[in-house]
């Protein structure tokens, strides 16, 4: 998001960009909100029968996920609000070419903050959500998410003072500024990367100990496999990195179509979790009907009841419901 004004009356080609990637970022906005809200009805319909709905931890992150949704839903309305305004109602007493452009980039506009504080609020959640999965999956210990803390703390403390900035672009020449305003998007991917890398090498670690100690769960078991598991959070949170990804590139190269991804970030987010839940429940399901009775008579304390009712590994249990329990407790993470 960017404060510069475009200026002058001919329809030059930065002007014509830009008229044309916030249409475009409407868009694809747009169209990925509708097969969120698809996702997060599936998402909740499942969290909705989960046996352990009293505790904290599921509490806790089923609230992350209606915070995500209700930020994403006022963020797509404002979008739509502003879009039509900015396109239908603005040229009507400005017929410069670059009207629609500046009215939407302007952040004395409550619309365009609007933009701004949703996007830090739902950041934010995001980062806490999988923090707090990094010290689950990590059983409770704070020393492995120290670095991802500081790295939030870091990524709130720049993301206020692009909010304050946006607000009074005067007080600080924008050449001193720039620094701190690109800083969110590659600390967000530092985040990212972080502390999926740590979730997906302790998942990665299980199996190997699993494999070694001969607990682990063959392609005919009946619990979701590690593998299973560390595939599902790896390519469902390829999506928010990458675009994390390509928002950085752009906005370091100054490119105006950095809008429209950073749009579309805006109900993917909320689709990489609601996606790991609903993911992990089809392959959990799938799992269960594939369970032989030969298998149930041989480790009948590996596999747990139809509910998958949450694991013992959190709680410290024994040694022997360790290994198979760690795959369905993350996989039951929502």
Known sequence: MSTGR?????????????????????WVETLIYGGYVFLFGIAMNVLRRKDEIKSFSFRFQNAC????????SIH???????????????????????????YIRKCSNWDCYMFMVISALLTWTGEILLIYRCFL?????RRIVILPCILFLISVGTTIFGLY????????????AQYA????????????????????????KQHRQTVRAGAYLQSNGGALSLLAVFRILVES?????????????????????????QHATI?????????????????REEAARVVTPSYVRSHPRTLTAPSFTPASWLDHGSSEDYYSSFAIHVASLS
């Open 137 to 141: 999956v990590w059983q409770r210990s």
């Open 65 to 72: 996920h209606i915070i995500m949704f209700f930020l994403i």
């Open 267 to 283: 109900p993917s987010i909320g689709i990489v979790f609601s996606l790991i839940t609903v993911r992990a429940h089809v392959a």
């Open 6 to 26: 475009l200026n002058g009356m001919a329809l030059d080609p930065l002007t014509l960009q830009y008229r044309k990637y916030y249409l475009v970022s409407f």
């Open 76 to 102: 797509n309305c404002t979008n739509v609000f502003r879009m039509i305004h900015a396109y239908a109602e603005v040229p009507l007493t400005d017929r410069s070419p670059a009207a629609p452009v500046n």
């Open 237 to 261: 949170a390829m999506i928010w990195t990458s675009e994390v990804l390509i928002t950085t590139i752009l906005f370091y190269l100054r490119h105006p179509a950095v809008v429209i991804v």
């Open 181 to 204: 305003l690109g800083m969110p998007f590659p600390i967000g991917l530092a985040q990212g990367v972080l502390t999926t890398g740590l979730i997906a090498y302790r998942i990665w």
């Open 165 to 176: 900035w946006f607000q009074h672009p005067f007080d600080i020449p924008y050449p001193k």
